[in-house]
């Protein structure tokens, strides 16, 4: 069966960096692309960024670009994305989720990344 | 950027009724690519329907959706007690941060 899995929940102090693994199975890799998309506490659904794991093509919300990063590592089907200059407004669950055609179909359960001084 | 925006924000419904959640595109969404997702607290979003129509496997026949250009909607035909949640809409015609609309909850009556 599909799965996402992603790894654990991480605290960061302001200005430092996070990186969030997603770990899949269940389904050729290389067939769909991976989104990631955040949730603030209490707050609602914003996407984040995508990529193509048969080439590795990313694309990211404006919002993001130029401290966001998204990478795939083929040999283990993982997803990761790096997240950097981190700011208390950055707190927030943090998914990956298979497209298909666009909407995302498996999802992760989550990683909560807390940044706090 | 499109702009998505929900109606209503909060819908308090009883099990049994039919309810209605209506989305609206700040442009219109080209290809009909547009989906539904229900969110229940500490859980991730689960997809329900699909470019605009197509509902995802698995996913009880109560729910539908319809709708082209600026205004999709999803109903619920029967609610069921399962069916408590939050649900949100997404274009995903052009890719930003603002994708996804801000989401409706649907609370018990």
């Known amino acids: 069966q599909v799965q996402l899995v992603q790894s654990g929940a991480e605290v960061r102090k302001p200005g430092a960096s996070v990186k969030i693994s997603c770990k899949t199975s269940?389904?050729?890799?290389?067939?769909?692309?991976v989104h990631w998309v955040r949730q603030a506490p209490g707050q609602g659904l914003e996407w984040m960024g995508i990529?193509?794991?048969?080439?590795?093509?990313?694309s990211y919300a404006e919002k993001f670009q130029g401290r966001v990063t998204i990478t795939r590592d083929t040999s283990t089907s993982t997803v990761n994305i790096y997240l950097s200059s981190l700011e208390s407004d950055d707190t927030a669950v943090y998914y990956c989720?298979?497209?298909?055609?666009?909407?995302?179909?498996?999802w992760g359960q989550g990683t909560l990344v807390t940044v706090s001084s | 950027d499109i702009q998505m925006t929900q109606s209503p924000s909060t819908l308090s419904a009883s099990v049994g009724d039919r309810v209605t959640i209506t989305c609206r595109a700040s442009q219109s969404i080209s290809g009909g690519w547009l989906a539904w997702y229900q969110q229940k607290p500490g859980k991730p979003p689960k997809l329900l329907i699909y470019k605009t129509s197509t509902l995802q496997t698995g996913v009880p026949s109560r729910f539908s959706g319809s709708g082209s250009g600026t205004e999709f909607t999803l109903t619920v035909s029967s609610l069921q007690p399962d069916d408590f949640a939050t649900y949100y809409c997404q274009q995903y015609s052009t890719y930003s941060s603002e994708c996804f609309a801000q989401g409706t909850k649907v609370e018990i009556k």
């Open positions: 989720a298979r497209s298909i055609g666009g909407a995302g179909d498996y």
């Open positions: 269940g389904y050729t890799f290389t067939n769909n692309y």
């Open positions: 990529i193509n794991p048969n080439g590795g093509k990313t």
